[in-house]
T-cell receptor, first 116, second 109 residues
């Protein structure tokens, strides 16, 4: 089934550790996104990529980095995790780089991260 | 700043109709989306409005008034499976999606 796969689905890690959340899509979408979702807040964009080889900062990029070496993969790295990064992380993709013609976002199932 | 407002929680009865409102103040407007998110799951696309008026899709309809900065999602013939959070999001002038915090809809038998 085509879609977006995230890994791991859940992880507990100690503060200060490095962590990479993986995201792979098989829809050949140009644009990919990483969001975090916290209780009582809307989805907040961390980083995005309009096409392979390019990335951009979203609303809350500090403490996170991304890379887009190819169309399918968009990993998110926490270089040194802190408790405030405890959240549910969603990877998403769309078939355009923005604008009303891009239609919907397709989301992965999420990665629940707890930093102690 | 940019802001999306929607009620935190609503309760409705199975078989009834419910309207979830969303008001927005954003720098520019390039469309408004509604997503459904069941607990512990990913958001899924419901609707997209860029012109004023009502878009109907089965039991779900979405309305937009750009002059009022207002939208609503109308759910008819409510079913227990409609219990979920409903997220409103606006595409601003920079084609960035601004998300509301979501409305948790509780359906009672």
């Amino acid at each position: 089934i085509a879609g977006i796969t995230q890994a791991p689905t859940s992880q507990i890690l100690a503060a200060g550790r490095r962590m990479t959340l993986r995201c792979t899509q098989d829809m050949r979408h140009n644009a990919m996104y990483w969001y975090r979702q916290d209780l009582g807040l809307g989805l907040r964009l961390i980083h995005y990529s309009n096409t392979a080889g390019t990335t951009g900062k979203g609303e809350v990029p500090d403490g996170y980095s991304v890379s887009r070496a190819n169309t399918d993969d968009f990993p998110l790295t926490l270089a040194s995790a802190v408790p405030s990064q405890t959240s549910v992380y969603f990877c998403a993709s769309s078939d355009g780089a923005g604008g009303p013609d891009t239609g919907e976002l397709f989301f992965g199932e999420g990665s629940r991260l707890t930093v102690l | 700043g940019q802001n999306i407002d929607q009620p935190t929680e609503m309760t409705a009865t199975e078989g009834a109709i419910v309207q979830i409102n969303c008001t927005y103040q954003t720098s520019g407007f390039n469309g408004l989306f509604w997503y459904q998110q069941h607990a512990g799951e990913a958001p899924t696309f419901l609707s997209y409005n860029v012109l004023d008026g009502l878009e109907e899709k089965g039991r779900f309809s979405s309305f937009l008034s750009r002059s009022k900065g207002y939208s609503y999602l109308l759910l008819k013939e409510l079913q227990m499976k409609d219990s979920a959070s409903y997220l409103c999001a606006v595409l601003d002038s920079n084609y960035q999606l601004i998300w509301g915090a979501g409305t948790k809809l509780i359906i009672k038998p």
